[in-house]
């Protein structure tokens, strides 16, 4: 496994259920925490991918309102910036059009800073829909052109077996 980048190279972090309990709870304080202790890199975005009808602006107000139950004392204007992180991408899991279409948001994050940027996935989702999403994954980023890192939240499986068939994809 390869040692993780240092913080200023440019990063997109993909959250695959972006909409749920474990992003909202989990994901989104920790993220506003590395950000205020100025542990994410400089150049750095948040894709929340998701089936919901929502607008980027509207993603944004979600966001801010879990933050608020978990940081009581946060303030619309003390995440101002954290909160331009934030960009959201509706989708389904299973169609091709809608992973294209985020693949071209990652090309462009790339043409901005002139780079290939590491890009996590991060899949907030129930296990069994690794098989679905992993395929999609590799189609939107190419092995040969980025960093690239899936992320799958546990349990990891539901057995032994089933786990072992998730770690071949």
Known sequence: MSPLPAVSTPTT???FGAT???????????????YCEKKIPEVFSVIGF??????????REHI??????????VTLHSTGTFLELFEY?????NDSASFEALGEKLRLRDGNCLC????????A??????????????????????TRRIIIEKPFGH???????????
Not at 20 to 34: C, E, H, Q, T, V
Not at 116 to 123: A, E, G, H, P, R
């Open 20 to 34: 749920g309990d474990l992003f909202a709870r989990k994901i989104i304080p920790s993220l506003y925490l590395l």
């Open 50 to 59: 998701g089936r919901q009808a929502l607008t980027t602006d509207s993603f």
């Open 125 to 146: 989702v129930p296990p069994q829909l690794v098989r679905t999403l992993a395929p999609h994954i590799s189609e939107v980023v190419p092995k040969n052109t980025s």
């Open 116 to 123: 290939d940027t590491v890009k996590s996935f991060y899949l």
């Open 13 to 15: 972090f993909v959250v």
């Open 64 to 73: 801010f309102v879990q933050l608020k139950t978990a940081v009581p004392d």
């Open 89 to 93: 991408h509706q989708g389904e899991f």
């Open 159 to 169: 057995d032994e077996e089933s786990a072992r068939d998730l770690n071949r994809y």
